[in-house]
Nanobody
Framework: QVQLVESGGGVVQAGGSLRLSCAAS????????MAWYRQAPGKQRELVAM???????NYQDSVTGRFTISRDNAGNTVYLQMNSLKPEDTAVYYC???????????????WGQGTQVTVSS
């Protein structure tokens, strides 16, 4: 079984920083992309940042220059460094991984359980 376990959420004042982590575990052959999404109350889930296996990154316009996504050398852990946080960044943040398990010949999307980030003004 594959699991994505997130950590690092919390409450921070506007202008502060937080670092989210997400570790993928299980019988994993390869991980294609890893990403962070977020969902604020009453809104749809949206992509925040994505990183491919080769290291290419993509960011939502509203977080460009403030957030940085990265992966560890093994490629199974993804981080989201969030600086200059704003109240509008308040949301549940979800880790996502597009990966292939051993014995599979296709990729599957997996989600973490979500971690709350609250930015107070």
């Amino acid at each position: 079984q594959v699991q994505l376990v997130e950590s690092g959420g919390g409450v921070v004042q506007a202008g502060g920083s937080l670092r989210l982590s997400c570790a993928a575990s299980g019988i994993i052959f390869s991980i294609n992309t890893m990403a962070w999404y977020r969902q604020a109350p009453g809104k749809q889930r949206e992509l925040v940042a994505m990183i491919a296996s080769g290291g290419n990154t993509n960011y939502q316009d509203s977080v460009t220059g403030r957030f940085t996504i990265s992966r560890d050398n093994a490629g199974n852990t993804v981080y989201l460094q969030m600086n200059s946080l704003k109240p509008e960044d308040t949301a549940v943040y979800y880790c996502n991984a597009l990966l292939r398990r051993f014995k599979d010949n296709y990729d599957v999307n997996y989600w973490g359980q979500g971690t709350q980030v609250t930015v107070s003004s």
